[in-house]
């Protein structure tokens, strides 16, 4: 397999930005040690949790660092655009953590607010069951005893008042980190669909200035970027996560990383 004729999915598709641009070594190695620091702090024993209100911060943490790490590892193979909308996604489970640790009153994350944070989550659930339910039953495919059990599961669904799904945006203000929303999540929505900003990442530009080729391979033209994004989306949720949950040990360990994060930006 050539990577040529075969793209990514190629054996000799790097699997590691610093072996294509040692200049890119910083970014990949802060990227590992707060990767590593994370994992340790989601190993911290835990009561096992009885109620949703202690489940879901532990769950959306361990979905957060997924995330994170999915972030790095595509921009490590070259997926440029891939990479960014997962730090993106980073982000917005981040904010979602947030609000399960710090069991959020939500004013402008619900339409029909003021909500407790997991009741909108579990509300965001049911009105996707519900519209789904109609949605199928509507299908020309759907079999007739399965419309049936549908148009019940949806009549029995929309019994109970439900209130809105979590807003993003308004999820953030409610949080106080509406800044970190504008200058992070909205940016990166770019990649996060087949917009203008992301399929000009496949241009090859040549040296008039004209376009000379399109590009389907590995891309680092932002990889310190991308990295650096991810590590901002990831740091505030672990900092409500340990919050909650860690010691006076974690969270010098997690002043130490945002002072690394800093320092690393402040020199980009």
Request: charged share 25%; hydrophobic share 40%; net charge negative.
């Amino acid at each position: 397999m050539t990577l040529e004729a075969d793209g990514f999915l190629s054996d000799g598709a790097p699997a590691n930005a610093a072996s294509v641009d040692a200049g890119l070594t910083p970014y990949s190695a802060l990227a590992v040690k707060i990767n590593q620091f994370v994992i340790g702090v989601m190993k911290v024993p835990q009561n096992t949790p009885q109620t949703v209100d202690e489940l879901l911060p532990m769950v959306l943490a361990g979905r957060l660092v997924q995330d994170y790490e999915a972030s790095v590892l595509l921009a490590n193979r070259g997926f440029r655009a891939q990479a960014r909308s997962m730090a993106r996604s980073t982000l917005e489970t981040a904010l979602f953590c947030i609000g399960a640790c710090r069991e959020v009153v939500l004013k402008k994350g619900v339409k029909n607010g003021p909500t407790a944070f997991s009741d909108a989550f579990l509300s965001g659930h049911e009105q996707f069951r519900r519209k789904m339910t109609k949605e199928l039953a509507e299908l020309p495919l759907t079999t007739n005893d399965l419309k049936a059990h549908l148009r019940e599961l949806h009549r029995e669904l929309s019994e109970e008042s439900l209130a809105s799904a979590i807003d993003v945006k308004g999820l953030a203000e409610d949080i106080g980190l509406e800044d970190l929303y504008t200058v992070l999540y909205r940016p990166l929505s770019q990649d996060s669909h087949p917009s203008v900003t992301s399929v000009d990442h496949h241009f090859v530009v040549g040296e008039t200035g004209g376009i000379s080729g399109i590009r389907i391979g590995p891309d680092y033209e932002q990889y310190s970027d991308t990295v650096l994004s991810a590590i901002a989306a990831v740091l505030p949720g672990m900092d409500a996560y340990i919050a909650k949950y860690g010691g006076e040990e974690e969270k010098r360990e997690l002043s130490a990383m945002v002072a690394a994060y800093k320092s690393l930006a402040e020199k980009t």
